[in-house]
Each structure stands twice: as C-alpha cells, then as structure tokens.
C-alpha cells in the first residue's frame, strides 16, 4: 500500500510547452518510473501525445493508469485524456501509451495516476 501511494505521488508532473514545427520529445523520472513522450500534430484539429513508460523497478507493477492533460498558459487543464486502460508492466519493461487530444493546449501534462506495487515477501 505505502509502495503505490508513494509511486503515484513521486511521479512527478511533467510539461512540455507546444512546438512550432515537427515532435516534441519530454520526460523525466522519479527513480522507479522513467516517463518519456512526444507531441506531434496530426490534422488540424487534433495532436498525439504518444510515448512509453518504463519501469526501473525489479518488481512488476500492476493496474497503471497514465493520464494526458491539454493545458493553457496559466496551466490550467483545458482537457484530460486516459492513455490506456489499466495494465501491468514487468520488472525493468516498459508500457507504450497514446492519445489524441485537441490542438490549442500550451504544454501537455503526462501522469501516472495509479500504480500498485507487486511486492513479494521479503522485499
């Protein structure tokens, strides 16, 4: 239980101001998640936010939910997106995510909003 909350509460929130031309990378870590993403325009109305979270863990972690957030200049949330439904990583693998959210955004917010520790004994 102290595992998942503190996971979820040192992932930090990550921002990427918007690009004039072509992707974006950004990312960052908390030691045990290393969150790295791209923004790249699609249409006109819509921009992916597509990436991959990776686990620096020796132990698997179940049920991870990553959420996508549009914000303004003010960092305010314009819009808030799932980038995929609960899944589980390996011990040191990764998990791949995307979404599409509307153009207008400033910056895009990554998070990791639920993670579950799979403890063994004795760990």
């Not at 179940?62 to 959420?67: A, L």
């Amino acid at each position: 239980m102290r595992g998942r909350h503190l996971a979820a509460l040192a992932v930090a929130c990550l921002l990427l101001p918007s690009a004039v031309h072509g992707a974006e990378v950004s990312g960052g870590s908390d030691g045990d998640l290393k969150l790295s993403w791209t923004v790249e325009r699609q249409t006109r109305d819509y921009t992916a936010v597509c990436g991959n979270v990776f686990n620096q863990r020796r132990m698997s972690a179940r049920n991870i939910r990553i959420t996508v957030e549009g914000l303004d200049g003010g960092d305010r949330i314009l819009n808030a997106r799932d980038a995929s439904a609960p899944r589980d990583i390996a011990a040191l693998g990764g998990l791949p995510f995307c979404v599409t959210m509307p153009v207008g955004a400033a910056r895009y917010r990554v998070r990791v909003t639920t993670i579950d520790w799979d403890i063994q004994p004795g760990q």
